[in-house]
Nanobody, 126 residues
Framework: VQLQASGGGLGQAGGSLRLSCASS????????MAWFRQAPGKERAFVAA????????LYADSVKGRFTISRDNAKNTVYLQMNSLKPEDTAVYYC????????????????????WGRGTQVTVSS
């Protein structure tokens, strides 16, 4: 499975950006897809995740109510709509995927995802 993320860039505080992550390499798209982010000097952190079967969606507390994860199964693409951006959202954003259904209690863990995209930089100015 190959993952290609796009849509990063420079945003303003209070503004919006949308990230996309397209998967390829398998006939059936990943069952579980997620977004993580890594700010300078910090560890990679969970942002949001979605399971295709059941539609279960989880968010980090820091983005709940501002970010929305969605997916287009026909295009094997997952999106992250980021609204009400804050400077602390500045980070490299990574999409991640698992072909199998990740159990809900493990969706926030980076180790649940064997496939990773290269990351896209998001910078939010104040």
């Amino acid at each position: 499975v190959q993952l290609q993320a796009s849509g990063g860039g420079l945003g303003q505080a209070g503004g919006s950006l949308r990230l996309s992550c397209a998967s390829s390499g398998r006939t059936s798209g990943p069952s579980t897809m997620a977004w993580f982010r890594q700010a300078p000097g910090k560890e990679r952190a969970f942002v949001a995740a979605n399971r295709r079967i059941g539609g279960n969606t989880l968010y980090a507390d820091s983005v709940k109510g501002r970010f929305t994860i969605s997916r287009d199964n026909a295009k094997n693409t997952v999106y992250l709509q980021m609204n009400s951006l804050k400077p602390e959202d500045t980070a490299v954003y990574y999409c991640a995927a698992a072909q199998s259904q990740v159990i809900i209690s493990s969706m926030r863990s980076s180790t649940s995802y064997p496939y990773w995209g290269r990351g896209t930089q998001v910078t939010v100015s104040s």
